[in-house]
């Protein structure tokens, strides 16, 4: 119900847009967040944005450097990535949850695109 795109390979400094594309129209009426996944570690907050795309919450590792928004005509989410780091190196998701107050909570997503890989090199 949720394809992720966008990721790829960028020099540290560089930018990339993440797009998420959702099958379903009730998606719409619901929050959506990106979380990121490194190899060996678990699964990260990244941001999220209400159903409403008004307003969003960005972990500190990324605030001033992330932007989430929506399109909620074409049921789109993306996350635009500037001045990236090695450390943002991670498989990224796209997720879908009913309730604003649970966006940071990954168990709490009903709905989960596949990853798409950003890899930022030094």
């Known amino acids: 119900q949720l394809q992720a795109s966008g990721g790829g390979l960028v020099q540290a400094g560089g930018s990339l847009r993440l797009s998420c594309a959702a099958s379903?129209?009730?998606?719409?009426?619901?929050?959506m967040g990106w979380f990121r996944q490194a190899p060996g570690k678990g699964r990260e907050f990244v941001a999220a944005?209400?159903?409403?795309?008004?307003?969003?919450i960005y972990a500190d590792s990324v605030w001033g450097r992330f932007t989430i928004s929506r399109d909620s005509g074409d049921i789109m989410v993306y996350l635009q990535m500037n001045s990236l780091k090695p450390e943002d190196t991670a498989n990224y998701f796209c997720?879908?949850?009913?309730?604003?107050?649970?966006?940071?909570?990954?168990?709490?997503?009903?709905?989960w695109g596949q990853g798409t890989l950003v890899t930022v090199s030094s």
């Open positions: 944005i209400d159903e409403n795309g008004v307003t969003t």
């Open positions: 379903e129209r009730t998606l719409s009426n619901w929050s």
């Open positions: 997720g879908a949850v009913p309730t604003w107050r649970f966006v940071k909570v990954s168990s709490k997503y009903r709905h």
